[in-house]
Every structure is written in structure tokens, then in C-alpha cells.
């Protein structure tokens, strides 16, 4: 089996499409509880995969995790001036963090086939929380703020991203814009 990582797996579209490889075992990891509770619907009719209600972060234990107006830039991280621009607090509920290098441990999990990466400006830790680790991924996809960003203390721009994971031993193989983010794909150089 190929094993795949949907970190910030909102609705499922990544998890979805993967598992039409017949060869796909997909974990997701979604802590907003009305995303997980759809999720769960899936995991029951869906052996391959499996889906739990942990925000990824550099620490196992719990946090506090935000939600907004806008549901899917719910975040462990709290709204920066500039993101209360554009969303509004609406409630904070604790959730479990877990590193995905205890969860890869826990799982036995030595190969990754495909990490994306959508964790409304924690994505830098969560590629850090996968500590040597991230040697046993094949393909990164990364979700980056090209402006400022919406959440205090959170450095998720292209460039810092790129230079942690070239630093890894990765190259950016593409760059794809959408409004005021941008996904990077990598692969190991």
C-alpha cells in the first residue's frame, strides 16, 4: 500500500481523489469537529481510509484551535490583524496536536507516497513536525501565503518553505497562485 497525508484535510478532495489509486492508504487529520464528523461518514464506508481529529503541530499533547467565520481558516493559529480583515473569530475549542513523527511511528509507517500540507498558517511546523522523517516522503504539496499573513507569528510564505524544505534535501518542482495563496509541489532533488 501507498501511503498518503492529508494534513488540514477539510472536506476530503485530496483524500478523495487519492483513493481512487486502488494501492491508497490515506490518513487525514482534521480537528474543525463539523469537518471530521463528515469525514468519519467516509472512513465507515471507505476501508483505506482513516481519519483523525488532530491538529498536526511541533508538540503531541493539546492546543487551542480557532474557529473563524469562514470555516476552513479555522487554525491552531490565532488571526493576525491583517486575516481580521477578511475573517472573525467565532469560537476556540481544544484538540489534540500530535507531531507526524509520532504518528508515523504509532502507525509504522516508513514510506510516504504523497504529504499535503493545509494547516492555515502552521504549515512550517507541521513540515518540521515530521523531523527526519520527511527523508521517507516521495511528493509534497504545500499551501502558502503570498501576502501577509492572516494568523500572528505564523511564517508561511513561499520563500520560507521553500528554503526549510530545500535545505531537507527537496526541490520545488511547481508553483501554482490562487488568489492571495499559492501551492507548492516538491519532490527530493
Given at each position: 500500500m501507498k501511503v498518503y497525508l492529508d494534513v488540514g484535510c477539510?472536506?476530503?478532495t485530496y483524500s478523495i481523489g487519492w483513493l481512487k489509486d486502488s494501492s491508497a492508504l490515506v490518513y487525514a487529520f482534521e480537528p474543525l469537529p463539523v469537518f471530521y464528523r463528515e469525514l468519519k461518514e467516509l472512513e465507515?464506508?471507505?476501508p483505506r481510509f482513516k481519519v483523525f481529529p488532530?491538529?498536526?503541530s511541533e508538540e503531541d499533547g493539546e492546543a487551542e484551535f480557532h474557529i473563524n467565520n469562514?470555516?476552513?481558516t479555522s487554525s491552531l493559529?490565532?488571526?493576525s490583524s491583517y486575516g481580521q480583515k477578511y475573517f472573525v473569530p467565532v469560537e476556540t475549542i481544544k484538540v489534540k496536536t500530535q507531531r507526524l513523527d509520532t504518528f508515523c511511528q504509532e502507525y509504522a509507517i516508513s514510506k510516504v507516497?504523497?504529504?499535503k500540507v493545509d494547516a492555515q498558517g502552521w504549515d512550517l511546523k507541521v513540515l518540521r513536525s515530521l523531523g527526519i522523517g520527511l527523508h521517507q516522503v516521495c511528493n509534497i504539496l504545500?499551501?502558502?501565503y503570498l501576502n501577509e499573513s492572516h494568523y500572528e507569528g505564523c511564517t508561511t510564505n513561499p520563500e520560507a518553505i521553500t528554503e526549510f524544505l530545500v535545505a531537507q534535501g527537496f526541490k520545488l518542482k511547481s508553483q501554482r497562485n490562487d488568489g492571495d495563496y499559492t501551492d507548492l509541489y516538491f519532490v527530493p532533488a
Amino acid at each position: 500500500m501507498k501511503v498518503y497525508l492529508d494534513v488540514g484535510c477539510a472536506k476530503g478532495t485530496y483524500s478523495i481523489g487519492w483513493l481512487k489509486d486502488s494501492s491508497a492508504l490515506v490518513y487525514a487529520f482534521e480537528p474543525l469537529p463539523v469537518f471530521y464528523r463528515e469525514l468519519k461518514e467516509l472512513e465507515k464506508q471507505e476501508p483505506r481510509f482513516k481519519v483523525f481529529p488532530y491538529a498536526i503541530s511541533e508538540e503531541d499533547g493539546e492546543a487551542e484551535f480557532h474557529i473563524n467565520n469562514v470555516l476552513v481558516t479555522s487554525s491552531l493559529g490565532v488571526l493576525s490583524s491583517y486575516g481580521q480583515k477578511y475573517f472573525v473569530p467565532v469560537e476556540t475549542i481544544k484538540v489534540k496536536t500530535q507531531r507526524l513523527d509520532t504518528f508515523c511511528q504509532e502507525y509504522a509507517i516508513s514510506k510516504v507516497e504523497w504529504l499535503k500540507v493545509d494547516a492555515q498558517g502552521w504549515d512550517l511546523k507541521v513540515l518540521r513536525s515530521l523531523g527526519i522523517g520527511l527523508h521517507q516522503v516521495c511528493n509534497i504539496l504545500v499551501e502558502a501565503y503570498l501576502n501577509e499573513s492572516h494568523y500572528e507569528g505564523c511564517t508561511t510564505n513561499p520563500e520560507a518553505i521553500t528554503e526549510f524544505l530545500v535545505a531537507q534535501g527537496f526541490k520545488l518542482k511547481s508553483q501554482r497562485n490562487d488568489g492571495d495563496y499559492t501551492d507548492l509541489y516538491f519532490v527530493p532533488a
